[in-house]
């Protein structure tokens, strides 16, 4: 009967656990993560929706040429239209609660972590970062000052052109989570190496990770490299990615421990081994406690059972000790087992034994 103790020992810890996490809002999908997460050396964070809040707002509206404000703005948005990117959708509730009608776009191309192309009245327009529209042959020089000015301050700054003609600047901004800070605070003092990995430029990166307190920025990554990126940080030690975004999905598949934020999208979430279902970022720290408490109390569980069986199977059998006395023992080792795993969180298992027979609830 003793092997019963060492055979519940390290389920009972993860289900401890897992219940744990649980209840703060926290969804473990595999054991092997929920295990590993312990061990992780580097947590990264995507910036957009992930640190930040992932609404960002309209900041300056900077039109070139013989343009005006609600031209730019329209055409830009005209192009956005078919994005899921948060940006984008900015660009088009902006422009809807300017009630602007939107221009008759055609034959969109998305390229990733870059920009749009589309055509409009037998012209090409160019919509994304200012190294797009550079690398597109397009002269930035009347708003390169601009550009740099809302980098600096922190915006993501969008650029668009039609034809070989800079139509202007669209600069917006996102703020960052209320509890970034703390959250980054302390995964730092328990000594993991906090990065931020996005595709925005590094001036404004730079600017967001200052405020959220990390200090190692990896920007303008195209999204097809964010899992490049993942791979060759696991060569230093074991990774957990958190992203919220279709761009995160592979990036969080590479890691050791890959996080989806609640809130974000399902390629992400289905990517992912654990899931934050509230949008609190403080429960990242949280889930790495709650793995190594749990791992904690699987070493005590086999200790435990290594105790009962290492005395009580060579004193059963050569019969030095009363059957009766080796059923106690048995059933007090794996009671103790019980009550270290449940310690604290005995809701666990009364819930389970209070379920036994109960009739599934029909959903309506």
Known sequence: GYPCAMGISAPLSIVRGAGEAADRGI???????FQTFRQVNHVVFDKTGTLTEGKPVLQVIRPVGHHDEASLLGLVAAVEATSEHPLAKALVSAAFDRDLDLPAVAEFQAMPG??????????????????????????????????????????TVILAAEGAALVGLISLGDRLKPDARKAIDTLR??????????????????????????????????????????????????????????????????????????????????????????????????????????????????????????????????????????????????????INSLHGHASIFLGAVGGVGASPTKST
């Open 189 to 338: 003092s328990a000594g993991v190496n906090v990065i931020m990995l996005t595709g925005d430029n590094a001036t404004a990166a730079k600017k967001i990770a200052a405020e959220a307190g990390i200090e190692t920025v990896i920007a303008e990554v195209l999204p097809q490299d964010k899992a490049a990126t993942i791979r060759d940080l696991q060569r230093n030690g074991k990774v957990a990615m958190v992203g919220d975004g279709i761009n995160d999905a592979p990036a969080l598949m590479q890691a050791d421990v890959g996080i989806a934020m609640g809130n974000g999208t399902d390629i992400a979430i289905e990517a992912a081994d654990i899931v934050i279902m509230r949008p609190e970022l403080t429960l990242v720290p949280l889930a790495r406690a709650i793995s190594a408490r749990s791992y904690r109390k699987m070493v005590q569980n086999v200790a435990l059972a290594f105790c009962f069986n290492g005395i009580g199977i060579p004193l059963a059998a050569t019969g030095l000790i009363n059957p009766v006395w080796a059923m106690i023992a048995m059933a007090a080792s794996v009671t103790l087992i019980f």
């Open 114 to 155: 870059k920009g749009i192309t589309a055509w409009h009245h037998g012209a090409q327009l160019l919509v994304g970062s200012p190294a797009f529209l550079r690398e597109s042959g397009i002269d930035l020089s009347p708003i390169e000052a601009d550009i740099q000015t809302e980098q600096e301050a922190g915006c």
């Open 27 to 33: 969804l473990m999908r595999t054991g092997e993560a």
